[in-house]
């Protein structure tokens, strides 16, 4: 199983960014997928979860409205769309696959940075 963030960057508030997370190794259309970050200092936090088909999303209240989570199972990529990005928002950003409700492979993360 492997699991690769791409796309991360600087951004500044208000703007928008998209990551990705390729994903091998498993039947990544039969998952259900997740999004978690980590801010500088502190510990991790969800951020978004879907389903296999893509068609049970559920957000933190703290990214709804404004992040947006999908899948692309015929290229096995995750993606989390992200707009009017947050100072707050600044993390590293893993994608996760889920297991019976619990991560059980992740990524290495991509680091994203809103600053002006």
């Known amino acids: 199983v492997q699991l690769v963030e791409s796309g991360g960057g600087l951004v500044q508030p208000g703007g928008s960014l998209r990551v990705s997370c390729a994903a091998s190794g498993f039947a990544f259309s039969t998952y259900y997928m997740t999004w978690v970050r980590q801010a500088p200092g502190k510990g991790l936090e969800w951020v978004s979860r879907?389903?296999?088909?893509?068609?049970?999303?559920f957000y933190a209240d703290s990214v709804k409205g404004r992040f947006t989570i999908s899948r692309d199972n015929a290229k096995n990529t995750l993606f989390l769309q992200m707009n009017s990005l947050k100072p707050e928002d600044t993390a590293l950003y893993y994608c996760?696959?889920?297991?019976?409700?619990?991560?059980?492979?992740w990524g290495k993360g991509t680091l994203v940075t809103v600053s002006s």
């Open positions: 996760a696959r889920l297991t019976l409700g619990s991560m059980d492979y």
């Open positions: 879907l389903s296999s088909d893509g068609r049970t999303i």
